[in-house]
């Protein structure tokens, strides 16, 4: 039986606690944020969603538009909890219909991002969300490709943020709101 202590202790977890740190991956030096522990237990899971939503509260929101490809789960629950549709942007050629495509540096190289072009209205408000904000490239490739499409984009939403690599200025100084639920340092 669970004692009152050991419920106040486990009713006072946050986000972050559901959070785990893997050495080393996918390289040498890399302090991997794992989201599947948040993902698979319920409570937690639950507190990521009801944070992401209160951060909007009151906004009209349309859509929802996730980010492959972890913003899959989150843009999904929170599409659902908002009774609005969700919306895939994903890697390219992984989309089986007509699609826009915008590319975007990575630490080496560049890579593209896609979203069907029927998959928003000009003028619908779309919330992008994603497991996790480093750079920014991703969602500044999310927020292009909805802008292109005639969407505005209200906020853009994350579990995590690792703030020493600066995509909240990025997208911030692209006119964009951020919210990130917890902060990691030491990407």
Known sequence: METPAGK???????VR?????I?????EGI?????TTLFADARGFR?????????????DIDKVVGLEARGFILGGAVAHQLSVGFVPIRKKG??????????????????????????????ERVLIVDDLLATGGTAAAGISLCGRLGAEVV?????IE??????????????????????????
């Open 94 to 123: 992984k989309l089986p219909g007509a699609v826009i495509s915008q590319a975007y540096a990575l630490e080496y190289g560049k890579a593209v991002m896609e979203i069907h072009d029927d998959a928003l209205k000009p003028g």
């Open 47 to 59: 507190m990521a969603v009801d944070q992401l939503l209160a951060a909007y509260a009151g906004e």
């Open 162 to 187: 690792l703030p020493e690599l600066g995509g909240r200025a990025l997208l911030e100084g692209l006119g964009h709101e951020v919210h990130a639920l917890t902060a990691f340092e030491g990407a």
């Open 8 to 14: 106040r202790r486990r009713d006072s977890r946050t």
């Open 23 to 27: 050495v080393d991956f996918p390289h």
């Open 155 to 159: 906020g853009c939403a994350f579990v």
């Open 17 to 21: 606690d559901y959070i785990r740190t």
């Open 31 to 35: 302090l991997f944020r794992d989201v």
